[in-house]
C-alpha cells in the first residue's frame, strides 16, 4: 500500500517477471489498494446500518487506482526512480495504462458530479487537496519531503480516511435516526477507522522494511553509508520497523478488545474489529515468512482482504 518506490532494482528492464499467478497480476495492475479500500468502505458502512449503493463504491476504487498508477508512471519517468517490479511494469505498459485510464475518468467525473452526495463530495475534494499537495512535493522533492511528513504515516491517515468517507458522508441525522441504533452509532466509525488506519501504517513500514532487506541481500558488498536503511526512512517509520512485532501484537489486542465492547450492541462492527485483528496477526506472520520481497508486499496487501470472510459467513 506504501505509495512511493523503495530500493532500486539493478536487474535489466528486459527482466521477466512471473506473471503466472493471478495475485501478482492483482498487484502490478494496482488492483491491490483499490480493493482493499472498496471492501473496507463497505465494511464501515455495514457496521453503521447504511446500505451503500455502487456509486460511492466505484468512485472510491476507480480514485485509488487511478492515484496509484499516476504514482507509478510517475515514478518511471525519473531517472533517479528507485524502481520495483510494480514500476518496471508500467514502464512497459506506460500506453495501455493511460489508455485505459481515460475512460475511467470520464466516468468517475460523470458520478461525482451527477450522482455523488454533496457531503461526500466536499469531504472528498478536501482529502484529494490534500493528497494533490502531499503527491507533488514528494515528486518534485523527492525523500526530503519526508523529513518533515513521513511518508508511510501520511499515506496511512489518507488512505484511511478517504476510505471511511462513504460512511462518514451518511452521518447525518436524518440516517442517522433511521436506524434502530440512532444515537450511538456515529461513535463507532472512529474506532473502525482508527484500527484500519493502524493496519495501514503497519502494512507500509513492513514492506518498506521487507524492501529495503531484499536488496541489502542482494548485495554483494556493504552498500555506502548514505544508502543505509537507517538513512532511507523518517525516524517514525524506522521506529515502527524497529518494534513491528510488537506494534503488530498491540493492534491485534486492540482489535480484539474494541471488538469485545461493541459486540452486545454492534455485532457487525464486532466482527470487523476481529477481522482487523486476523489482519495484523497476519501481518506479524509475514515477518517471518521466507518469501521474496514482491510476493511479501503482494501478501501484506492480501492480508487487509480479511472482511471478504464476513461476506463469505453471512
Same mark, same amino acid.
Given at each position: 500500500?506504501?505509495?512511493?518506490?523503495?530500493?532500486?532494482i539493478t536487474?535489466?528492464?528486459?527482466?521477466?517477471?512471473?506473471? $503466472?499467478?493471478?495475485?501478482?497480476?492483482?498487484?502490478?495492475?494496482?488492483?491491490?489498494? *483499490?480493493?482493499?479500500?472498496?471492501?473496507?468502505?463497505?465494511?464501515?458502512?455495514?457496521?453503521?446500518?447504511?446500505?451503500?449503493?455502487?456509486?460511492?463504491?466505484?468512485?472510491?476504487?476507480?480514485?485509488?487506482?487511478?492515484?496509484? /498508477?499516476?504514482?507509478?508512471?510517475?515514478?518511471?519517468?525519473?531517472?533517479?526512480?528507485?524502481?520495483?517490479?510494480?514500476?518496471?511494469?508500467?514502464?512497459?505498459?506506460?500506453?495501455?495504462?493511460?489508455?485505459?485510464?481515460i475512460p @475511467?475518468?470520464?466516468?468517475?467525473?460523470?458520478?461525482?458530479?451527477?450522482?455523488?452526495?454533496?457531503?461526500?463530495?466536499?469531504?472528498?475534494?478536501?482529502?484529494? &487537496?490534500?493528497?494533490?499537495?502531499?503527491?507533488?512535493?514528494?515528486?518534485?522533492?523527492?525523500?526530503?519531503?519526508?523529513?518533515?511528513?513521513?511518508?508511510?504515516?501520511?499515506?496511512?491517515?489518507?488512505?484511511?480516511?478517504?476510505?471511511? @468517507?462513504?460512511?462518514?458522508?451518511?452521518?447525518? *441525522?436524518?440516517?442517522?435516526?433511521?436506524?434502530?441504533?440512532?444515537?450511538?452509532? *456515529?461513535? @463507532?466509525?472512529?474506532?473502525?477507522?482508527?484500527?484500519?488506519?493502524?493496519?495501514?501504517?503497519? $502494512?507500509?513500514?513492513?514492506?518498506?522494511?521487507?524492501?529495503?532487506?531484499?536488496?541489502?541481500?542482494?548485495?554483494?558488498?556493504?552498500?555506502?553509508?548514505?544508502?543505509?536503511?537507517d538513512q532511507?526512512?523518517?525516524?517514525?517509520?524506522?521506529?515502527?520497523?524497529?518494534?513491528?512485532?510488537?506494534?503488530?501484537?498491540?493492534?491485534?489486542?486492540?482489535?480484539?478488545?474494541?471488538?469485545?465492547?461493541?459486540?452486545?450492541?454492534?455485532?457487525? &462492527?464486532?466482527?470487523?474489529?476481529?477481522?482487523?485483528?486476523?489482519?495484523?496477526?497476519?501481518?506479524?506472520?509475514?515477518?517471518?515468512? *521466507?518469501?521474496?520481497?514482491?510476493?511479501?508486499?503482494?501478501?501484506?496487501?492480501?492480508?487487509?482482504?480479511?472482511?471478504?470472510?464476513? @461476506?463469505? /459467513?453471512?
Amino acid at each position: 500500500m506504501a505509495l512511493l518506490a523503495t530500493r532500486p532494482i539493478t536487474q535489466s528492464l528486459r527482466r521477466t517477471l512471473s506473471l $503466472n499467478c493471478a495475485f501478482e497480476y492483482w498487484h502490478l495492475l494496482s488492483l491491490d489498494a *483499490p480493493s482493499v479500500a472498496t471492501l473496507w468502505a463497505w465494511g464501515f458502512a455495514r457496521a453503521l446500518h447504511f446500505a451503500l449503493s455502487a456509486t460511492p463504491l466505484l468512485l472510491l476504487f476507480g480514485g485509488t487506482w487511478l492515484l496509484y /498508477i499516476a504514482d507509478r508512471i510517475l515514478d518511471g519517468l525519473r531517472p533517479t526512480a528507485r524502481l520495483r517490479e510494480r514500476h518496471l511494469f508500467y514502464i512497459r505498459n506506460r500506453a495501455a495504462v493511460l489508455a485505459s485510464a481515460i475512460p @475511467v475518468i470520464v466516468f468517475l467525473g460523470w458520478l461525482v458530479f451527477v450522482h455523488m452526495l454533496p457531503a461526500a463530495r466536499r469531504d472528498d475534494l478536501v482529502l484529494f &487537496a490534500v493528497a494533490a499537495a502531499y503527491f507533488c512535493c514528494v515528486h518534485l522533492r523527492g525523500r526530503s519531503i519526508e523529513r518533515w511528513f513521513p511518508k508511510e504515516l501520511i499515506v496511512a491517515l489518507i488512505f484511511a480516511s478517504a476510505t471511511a @468517507v462513504p460512511a462518514f458522508a451518511r452521518l447525518t *441525522p436524518t440516517a442517522v435516526h433511521a436506524t434502530a441504533v440512532a444515537t450511538q452509532s *456515529p461513535a @463507532v466509525l472512529p474506532i473502525l477507522a482508527a484500527l484500519f488506519g493502524a493496519l495501514c501504517w503497519l $502494512n507500509c513500514i513492513a514492506i518498506e522494511k521487507w524492501e529495503q532487506f531484499a536488496e541489502l541481500d542482494r548485495s554483494a558488498r556493504p552498500m555506502p553509508s548514505h544508502n543505509h536503511p537507517d538513512q532511507l526512512t523518517d525516524h517514525t517509520t524506522r521506529w515502527g520497523q524497529e518494534h513491528l512485532r510488537a506494534i503488530s501484537a498491540s493492534i491485534t489486542l486492540a482489535a480484539i478488545c474494541a471488538a469485545a465492547l461493541l459486540l452486545p450492541s454492534y455485532r457487525f &462492527a464486532a466482527e470487523l474489529c476481529f477481522a482487523a485483528s486476523l489482519s495484523s496477526a497476519l501481518l506479524l506472520a509475514l515477518d517471518r515468512a *521466507p518469501l521474496s520481497a514482491f510476493h511479501l508486499r503482494i501478501a501484506a496487501d492480501a492480508a487487509l482482504l480479511t472482511p471478504l470472510l464476513l @461476506v463469505f /459467513i453471512r
